[in-house]
């Protein structure tokens, strides 16, 4: 497999007034009443911004996100095998980098992370929390993946030479074993669930 991308394609935006609220009032307090300056500035940035969206229509709307992707047939032998180590990396850098948080249902995560009451944004004191969850649960699974061989945890054999194959099963843990793939298939399905959130 070989993938290859390029950077998105970037657009031209004026934020001359929405920095200067952002630093003077924070991300999302800003007073409905505006004053002089911040009328102003407002008005400036609209008028900035109808010129660069000439330029945008003109050159960087036309321009597209370049991909290549090369797939080879054993790729898709054990795809979700193949999948795992380029997910993995991505998911870590999606929470390093502190992305947005979608609304996580209740039933997606442990009862200690319910919300206990909504603010004015509709967001609450577990939020985040609940988003860092299931981020943590998706890069847990695929870790698991990626290791190849996770079963092995939860058995052990020792040499016999009496047995047919030369060893003899002597401890195995199939309940830990069946818990921990019921962990990993939920992980899998918040990925499946949560794929569109998947962005900073």
């Not at 003077?24 to 002089?36: F, N, S, T």
């Not at 993946?145 to 843990?173: I, Q």
């Not at 921990?180 to 962005?199: I, V």
Request: aromatic share 16%; with cysteine.
């Amino acid at each position: 497999m070989l993938v290859v991308t390029s950077t998105y394609p970037k657009r031209l935006t004026c934020n001359i007034y929405t920095d200067y609220m952002t630093k003077k009032y924070g991300h999302m307090d800003w007073p409905k009443k505006q004053d002089w300056d911040e009328w102003y500035l407002e008005r400036t940035e609209d008028m900035v911004q109808v010129f660069y969206d000439i330029v945008n229509w003109a050159w960087f709307d036309r321009r597209k996100q370049k991909i290549q992707v090369t797939i080879d047939p054993w790729d898709t032998w054990s795809m979700d095998h193949t999948l795992a180590p380029v997910i993995l990396p991505m998911l870590k850098q999606l929470k390093q980098n502190e992305p947005t948080a979608p609304n996580v249902d209740d039933k997606d995560v442990p009862a200690h992370l319910h919300p206990k009451g909504r603010n004015k944004w509709g967001t609450d004191e577990t939020y985040f929390e609940r988003w860092n969850w299931v981020l943590d649960e998706m890069i847990w699974a695929f870790e698991q993946k990626c290791r190849g061989n996770w079963e092995g945890d939860y058995y052990k054999y020792e040499d016999d030479p009496d047995s047919k194959f030369g060893l003899k099963l002597v401890w195995e843990d199939p309940e830990g074993m069946k818990k921990h793939q019921e962990r990993m298939s939920n992980a899998f399905k918040l990925f499946g669930k949560y794929y569109e959130s998947l962005w900073e």
